[in-house]
């Protein structure tokens, strides 16, 4: 009997009940494949891998990350609240002792949600790997969390929940945002002045095949890694990049995956997008669940592979270098680059256009960043949706400063109500959300 060399959690959660459309590429089909492969392969007769069944999260889960507008009923299902329960389940296993590692593949994906939720966008209502992150900083008290995003779109919606946050390190590798949705994710996207340099974006030219996913990992990620010292590793591990993925242009493979995943070494991944339903997700997700479990890989091949046909050009190599020297250049002067961003700044404004293209309507944001030497800062946001209503959030950070915890309740407390629908506080220090409506 084979056996795992590292003991390895599994939780599926389909959604038979979600999907965007009966023909659209995200629906329940996207893991019923790869269950079957599960169980046609043997990977439960492994000793050391294991199924857990997901739990559901609680609204509090919810509201220690997002403001739901106007409140979590209005935009979650309750598939939403079962696929980041399934997240949360599998943390949970892994600090309880149960296993050393484990992956949640469920739907609905999360990468896209925003701190502001006020639908829909990329597939995504509610940030998976954020909910469970900040439920296990409040029940185990983890502290620095490293999120390595291999999706292949860039992962808008974790990097703006992230963007001020220092303890929290966001890697994102994604396709070029000048050729795919969202358009964000360029090496500049670096963090807010609390926490410049803990943002890390690498935009990969259109094509880039293993060569270039695994140079990326060997020279920016683990060396990251290693020097941020995280208490967990989390992938975001959307599967997109695959050859035959229909919505996106990258020539990744199942071995490739699986490689990246036995460099890698997440103690947790979370299933993001990926689209071939037949083609790749079976393949792909054997081998990453192989190669978090210690478990030989290489007969993992899918029928479409072809490694001569799918290498990347000389070119692409080239861009791939530059990138990952111009990341690792920001990564190092981070410091500097914090002073520089806080310099005779008390307040940091942020204005932005967000668009939810599942829901199909725009968010505008002007978000102010009180600029704190002690702590991550407090912020507002004041929203207005096409759907017609305003809102006003402030989050105070979990490790907030005395002085920043008074700036987030003055302006809760301040604020004009005749200006929005709602006002929101996410008091962190306190586990604590104040709504105040009309």
Not at 413 to 431: G, S, V
């Amino acid at each position: 009997m084979l056996k795992a060399k590292t003991s390895t959690g599994l939780v599926f959660f389909p959604a038979y009940d979600w999907a965007i459309s009966a023909t659209h590429p995200e629906r329940e089909e996207r893991l019923l494949y790869t269950q079957d492969q599960i169980f046609e392969e043997g990977l439960f007769d492994i000793e050391g891998i294991r199924e857990f069944k997901a739990e559901v999260i609680d609204i509090k889960d919810v509201q220690r990350v997002h403001f739901c507008v106007p409140e979590p009923e209005k935009v979650m299902t309750e598939s939403h609240y079962i696929s980041a329960g399934g997240a949360k389940t599998i943390a949970k296993a892994k600090m309880d002792g149960l296993v050393k590692t484990g992956f949640a593949l469920v739907r609905p994906p999360g990468h896209h949600a925003m701190r502001v939720v006020h639908g829909g966008r990329g597939f995504c209502n509610i940030n998976n790997e954020a909910i469970m992150i900040e439920y296990l900083r409040h029940a185990y008290g983890i502290d620095r969390v490293a999120i390595i995003d291999t999706d292949c779109h860039h992962g808008d919606g974790t990097q703006d929940i992230y963007w001020h946050d220092p303890d929290t390190l966001f890697i994102s590798m994604h396709q070029d945002g000048r050729t795919l949705f969202p358009g964000t994710g360029f090496s500049n996207e670096t963090g807010g002045p609390t926490a410049a340099g803990t943002t890390l974006n690498i935009p990969l030219p259109p094509y880039t095949s293993e060569e270039g996913f695994l140079t990326v990992i060997n020279k920016v990620v683990l060396p990251v890694l290693q020097e941020f010292k995280p208490d967990l590793i989390i992938n975001s591990a959307g599967q997109d990049n695959h050859f035959t993925d229909p919505l996106t242009s990258m020539n990744f493979s199942a071995q490739g995956y699986a490689d990246l995943t036995a460099l890698l070494k997440p103690d947790i991944a979370v299933l993001e997008g990926g689209y071939s339903i037949e083609s790749a997700l079976p393949y792909v997700n054997v081998g990453i669940i192989l190669a978090m479990a210690g478990v030989d890989y290489s007969h993992v091949v899918e029928p479409e592979y072809s490694a001569s046909q799918l290498r990347q050009g000389k070119s692409i190599t080239a861009t791939i270098e530059k990138t990952c020297n111009e990341v690792l250049a920001i990564w190092k002067d981070r410091e500097n680059i914090r002073v520089r961003m806080q310099e005779n700044v008390l307040y940091d404004e942020r204005r932005r256009s967000v668009f939810y293209d599942t829901d199909g309507f725009f968010e505008s944001q002007h978000e102010t960043l009180h600029v704190c030497m002690e702590c991550a800062g407090t912020y507002k946001i004041d929203s207005r949706a096409d759907t017609g209503l305003r809102v006003l959030t402030v989050h105070i950070p979990r490790k907030a400063c005395s002085n920043c915890i008074q700036e987030g309740h003055r302006w809760f407390e301040q604020a004009d109500m005749t200006n929005y629908d709602m006002i929101m506080l996410q008091d962190r220090p306190e586990d604590q959300y104040l709504t105040k409506k009309k």
